[in-house]
């Protein structure tokens, strides 16, 4: 059976010198379009003070662009950054190329990932949201055969621009009426929850940060109930629904664990909008479980990322455990799991650090209802518990090299 050709897709970035990782930056906007089945081909750059109003990049580099894009048979481009309206059209005129900027990227793999009835609503409503005042200028980006949008239930490649600005804002409107219905029952089950007293632990961090590997390897030690465990990939955004399991380690010992959707730099913020109701179970938790890629460089921006997104859903006083995940590519394997204060340093692939990590758990939720915690948040008397708290990443980093 032959394979279906992936579209090769050329991505473009503006450096402006503003203190972002641009490298960085630019090398997740690649992971994007791989997460997105698209075969990227290449990268063209600009240094610019701040991007052009008009076309976002000088018309000489566009020109050159173009030159690329007939020569490589490229099917796609995509920007670094999110296209205004203007800028869109502009582009699309004189590109004659399918676009996408970043922020319809993640909307895409969204679209592509969501699974439950909820999420789907979620991503077609952000994406329509987002889409609307783009109408003209993504007309061929949204035509893109297989393309996943939800637009009205079909994908973008099915429906493409007979959707016009009436039909895309009467789909909002009852998109609105389905979720608040959603709303309304989620909050139920969550009332539930509150009211039998168990623990509510949120898992919470970046994109691709190992936060569904870690709650299945919670569920293979404490319930070997295979039918409970989550997607596990190695690929941003594999996990989008949010997931509540109760973890029971014994007799009156128990808690129940969610897994939510990564963050990542740059967010759409329709989307964190369009995700609120279901994010509502890490600003509920009791305790959250803020899971980092220690193997990564760039852990350090990707904390700061979770935790402002945190802070304007409103979580940002919750306690907090750093979880400090694939530290075996780091450090030996033995020296797993290593623990000072709120955090552990472990690796949820090989269950190093599991144990500890539950131990560390119940002692930050033993005896707490949802009154009790409420109380604590408000009085505000437990010192060093909150998202506020600062790590100290020298003394962590002096330690951990003396394990």
Known sequence: METEKKERALLLGVDLHDGEDFERSMQELWNLAEA????????????????????????????????????????LLIFDRSLTPTQLRNLQNLLGCPILDRTTLILEIFAVRAKTREAKLQVEYARLQYVLPRLTGM????????????????GAGEKKLELDRRRIEKRMSEL???????????????????????????????TNAGKSTLMNRMLDQYTRDASKKVLEKDMLFATLDTTVRRISTGPGQEFLLSDTVGFIHQLPADLIKAFRSTLEEAKEADLLLHVLDYSDESYRKQREVTEETLRDLGAGDIPVIYIFNKADRCMEAEQLPVIREDRIYMSAKTGAGIPELVEMIQKRTAGRSAADTGKVRRDGDQKGEGQGAAVDEENVSGFVSKV
């Open 36 to 75: 997105c089945d698209m075969e990227p081909v290449g990268q063209i750059v600009q240094n610019l003070p701040k991007p052009y109003q008009a076309l976002y990049m000088g018309k000489g580099k566009l020109l050159e662009i173009r030159e690329y894009v007939e020569a490589e048979e490229v099917d």
């Open 139 to 154: 007309h061929k980006a949204l035509s893109r055969q297989g393309g996943g949008s939800g637009l009205a239930n079909k």
């Open 176 to 206: 609105r009426k389905e979720l608040k219905k959603i709303v309304r029952e989620r909050e139920t089950q969550r009332k539930r929850r509150q009211g039998s007293q168990v623990p509510r632990v949120a898992l919470v961090g970046y």
